[in-house]
């Protein structure tokens, strides 16, 4: 009897045993933490989508994942970077970077204007298309492949407010943002601008952003009544300034159809006193172009072919401005006047 009573005792032992190890077993098992998964990266080529504009949240999602997608625009920004984390940066594409259009001229006016050659190494070039990116490497150090949409095709003349100007003109309202939040301060010039001077030296230290217009009149720089021109924009990297541009970007919903230019001069006077961002309008005795056309070549620093249709136009403009420069310089050197071809 005894014997009997200790043998199923054994067995209901061995069997609580048993329940409580699978039981342990099991919390163990359900306690331990889940495999990381890996996370999904889009390609670069997606940034944009179908190559429609994107909302904020989307850009914000594609611009992480590019920067994830081994994208080296923080390395080509660090070594264009002045001491001060600015960098210049000008867009083109194909039409504008064949031998002969655009990107050659814009390149010969560093090395032909004052002081202007050192710069060379602080300009970031952006290629919207393959074969820009191909040539801009062969003729400068510092080349950036913009990643766009399957389908879409900026490597065409882009005439204004034809074919995807629009969209280009947001896109690359995107990317000075994107700049901006990676915390460099920038130049962005237009590739249809010379360059005779260091226009730097023409925007006050106080300016949060500094532009180009079209037509200059009064006297005081931060009339915000004058009319804007986005190819040349100076924006100093700060807080203040991301927010004005994000808020700059959202505002184009207002305005469907509009490029960035036409909606910065609907919201320039709301979005400036939200955020405490000074702008400055550049006289066009510095910045000069053809919609009112300056030379005095002891002050211009730059001629933008504003105002102007057709890319053969542009480049015969600016080419006879150059030429004229470049006597200038010589005529100047011949008189011994050092300071005008020095400073």
């Not at 923080?74 to 002045?82: G, K, V, W």
């Not at 298309?129 to 400068?140: F, G, I, N």
């Not at 226009?199 to 915000?224: K, Q, S």
């Not at 053969?312 to 011949?334: H, I, M, P, S, Y």
Request: charged share 25%.
């Amino acid at each position: 009897m005894h014997r009997l009573f200790d043998m199923k005792t054994t067995r209901d032992l061995l069997g609580i045993l048993i329940v409580a190890g699978v039981t342990a077993a099991c919390c163990v098992l359900l306690l331990q933490p889940a495999a990381p998964r890996p996370c999904m990266v889009l390609p670069a080529g997606q940034e944009l989508g179908n190559g429609a504009l994107a909302d904020d949240r989307s850009m914000e999602k594609l611009g992480n994942a590019t920067a994830s997608a081994a994208d080296n625009l923080p390395e080509l920004l660090r070594r264009a970077a002045m001491d001060d984390k600015t960098v210049i940066m000008s867009f083109t594409n194909e039409a504008w970077t064949a031998p002969g259009s655009l990107l050659d001229l814009f390149l010969e006016s560093f090395r032909v204007g004052v002081r202007t050659a050192p710069l060379l190494k602080h300009l970031l070039i952006v290629a919207v298309d393959p074969k820009a990116y191909e040539q801009c490497q062969r003729v400068h150090t510092l080349c950036y492949r913009l990643p766009v949409a399957d389908g879409v095709n900026y490597a065409v003349e882009q005439v204004f407010m034809k074919n995807d100007y629009v969209d280009l003109m947001w896109r690359r309202n995107r990317f000075q943002a994107r700049v901006l939040k990676l915390g460099y301060s920038f130049v962005f010039t237009d590739m249809d601008i010379i360059w005779l001077r260091n226009p730097l030296l023409r925007i006050p230290v106080g300016a949060d952003m500094a532009m180009a217009c079209d037509w200059y009149y009064g006297d005081n720089p931060y009339d915000l009544d004058k009319t804007a021109n986005s190819g040349f924009v100076y924006a100093k990297a700060s807080a203040r300034m991301a927010a004005f541009y994000r808020n700059w970007y959202e505002s184009r919903k207002e305005f469907p159809g509009e490029h960035e230019q036409y909606v910065f001069d609907r919201v320039k006077h709301t979005l400036s006193a939200r955020h405490d961002v000074r702008v400055q309008f550049v006289d066009t005795a510095y910045l000069s172009g053809f919609c009112e056309l300056r030379k005095d070549f002891y002050k211009v620093c730059t001629v933008h072919a504003n105002c102007m249709v057709g890319l053969k136009n542009k480049v015969e403009k600016l080419t006879g401005v150059l030429d004229e420069w470049k006597q200038f310089r010589e005529k100047a050197v011949k008189l011994g006047n050092t300071t005008a071809v020095t400073y």
